[in-house]
T-cell receptor, first 112, second 111 residues
Framework: DAGVIQSPRHEVTEMGQEVTLRCKPISGHDYLFWYRQTMMRGLELLIYFNNNVPIDDSGMPEDRFSAKMPNASFSTLKIQPSEPRDSAVYFC??????????FGPGTRLTVT | GDSVTQMEGPVTLSEEAFLTINCTYTATGYPSLFWYVQYPGEGLQLLLKATKADDKGSNKGFEATYRKETTSFHLEKGSVQVSDSAVYFCARMEYGNKLVFGAGTILRVKS
């Protein structure tokens, strides 16, 4: 089992550029979560999907952020345009029938 | 709103010392409670969980008991090791699938 896969692991970009983060959940899991982790705000849920459908996006900070899940094995989180305050570690997690969410290794985003 | 409060770190202990990391939660219902651990450069991993009052979760020598009367879920370990150095997050889940995390507590264990 490969676990949750995220790419890239590190991303450095300039303010104003578009950033796309990618996630492949564990096969068979029907929930997918996107989190953001910063020193100031801790770990925040941005959005989650069930069976590829967005269920709760109340944590998405602004219209600059968007997330999609075109199929059961792939999701993207896009920031357009990016700003320095978006710098954070972004985690994807997936969940099957049990309680446990399985986290990916994260993408460290730096916006200069 | 729902919240989880953890003791501030960092917590620095010598190897084989006793560990307690305090966690309290607000309760509008009967949440499930979790401890997650994050090792450097990695994502979070579930350490243990408890789904109802008086349940005790345990794993790898760590324990936590769901105390409804004090709305607490303190993490304990009798003898810590250097390899336990990590960030520990308390979390609650209620009304479905949203996990609410505490701020995290850094644990440093010295040999």
């Amino acid at each position: 089992d490969a676990g949750v896969i995220q790419s890239p692991r590190h991303e450095v970009t300039e303010m104003g550029q578009e950033v796309t983060l990618r996630c492949k959940p564990i096969s068979g899991h029907d929930y997918l979560f996107w989190y953001r982790q910063t020193m100031m705000r801790g770990l925040e849920l941005l959005i989650y999907f069930n069976n590829n459908v967005p269920i709760d996006d109340s944590g998405m900070p602004e219209d600059r952020f968007s997330a999609k899940m075109p199929n059961a094995s792939f999701s993207t989180l896009k920031i357009q345009p990016s700003e320095p305050r978006d710098s954070a570690v972004y985690f994807c997690a997936s969940r099957g029938r049990g309680y446990e969410q399985y986290f990916g290794p994260g993408t460290r985003l730096t916006v200069t | 709103g729902d919240s989880v409060t953890q003791m501030e770190g960092p917590v620095t202990l010598s190897e084989e010392a006793f560990l307690t990391i305090n966690c309290t939660y607000t309760a509008t219902g009967y949440p499930s409670l979790f401890w997650y651990v994050q090792y450097p450069g990695e994502g979070l991993q579930l350490l243990l969980k408890a789904t109802k009052a008086d349940d005790k979760g345990s794993n790898k020598g760590f324990e936590a008991t769901y105390r409804k009367e004090t709305t607490s879920f303190h993490l304990e370990k009798g003898s810590v090791q250097v390899s336990d150095s990590a960030v520990y997050f308390c979390a609650r889940m209620e009304y479905g699938n949203k996990l609410v995390f505490g701020a995290g507590t850094i644990l440093r264990v010295k040999s």
